[in-house]
């Protein structure tokens, strides 16, 4: 594999992942998001769905989107075209794969970019964790840890990438 062109940058990783973003909450939720300033971590006790998608590859590593479980629920009842009380008729597996959707997505807009840098990777398939008091603390050995902060209409979303360059 011929020698990246573009140095990896914490910048360069922000600015894939902010585009990344943008796209998927405009096409798929019809909503802004921009990136924000200032504390990350969720009130203690607040529920969160936490979406999570692999890369495999010259990029090994993994994305986890972080929401607040209220915004969650607004995000799967917009993806799919539905009010609260529809929603909540289908149950937690709805939002539970809407987020999963909406964080393979995200995984893959930003996989695409660092393909375009000249380092292909693959995704896994997304999983769905619900959980209280979530944080990534530290990163494994093996990777470097990017974290970014986004604002959605007051709505905090917190993404983490854990990734290695091969």
């Given at each position: 594999?011929?020698?990246?062109?573009?140095?990896?940058?914490?910048?360069?990783?922000?600015?894939?992942?902010?585009?990344?973003?943008?796209?998927?909450?405009?096409?798929?939720?019809?909503?802004?998001?921009?990136?924000?300033?200032?504390?990350?971590?969720?009130?203690?006790?607040?529920?969160?769905?936490?979406?999570?998608?692999?890369?495999?590859?010259?990029?090994?590593?993994?994305?986890?989107?972080?929401?607040?479980?209220a915004f969650a629920?607004?995000?799967?009842?917009?993806?799919?075209?539905?009010?609260?009380?529809?929603?909540?008729?289908?149950?937690?597996?709805?939002?539970?794969?809407a987020i999963g959707?909406?964080?393979?997505?995200?995984?893959?807009?930003?996989?695409?970019?660092?393909?375009?840098?000249?380092?292909?990777?693959?995704?896994?398939?997304?999983?769905?964790?619900?959980?209280?008091?979530?944080?990534?603390?530290?990163?494994?050995?093996?990777?470097?840890?990017?974290?970014?902060?986004?604002?959605?209409?007051?709505?905090?979303?917190?993404?983490?990438?854990?990734?290695?360059?091969?």
């Open positions: 594999m011929p020698a990246l062109e573009t140095p990896i940058t914490e910048s360069l990783i922000g600015e894939h992942l902010t585009r990344a973003m943008t796209a998927v909450f405009k096409i798929m939720l019809g909503c802004s998001i921009v990136p924000a300033i200032g504390e990350a971590a969720a009130a203690p006790g607040i529920s969160m769905v936490v979406g999570q998608v692999g890369l495999v590859g010259q990029v090994s590593g993994f994305t986890y989107i972080h929401l607040e479980d629920r607004e995000c799967a009842g917009s993806m799919l075209g539905l009010d609260a009380r529809e929603l909540a008729a289908l149950g937690t597996d709805a939002v539970m794969d959707e909406l964080a393979n997505m995200t995984a893959g807009s930003f996989k695409n970019g660092l393909c375009d840098l000249g380092l292909p990777c693959k995704l896994t398939l997304p999983s769905v964790l619900r959980v209280c008091d979530f944080t990534v603390v530290a990163s494994p050995r093996w990777a470097h840890r990017y974290h970014y902060r986004f604002d959605s209409h007051g709505h905090r979303v917190v993404v983490d990438v854990l990734m290695k360059v091969e």
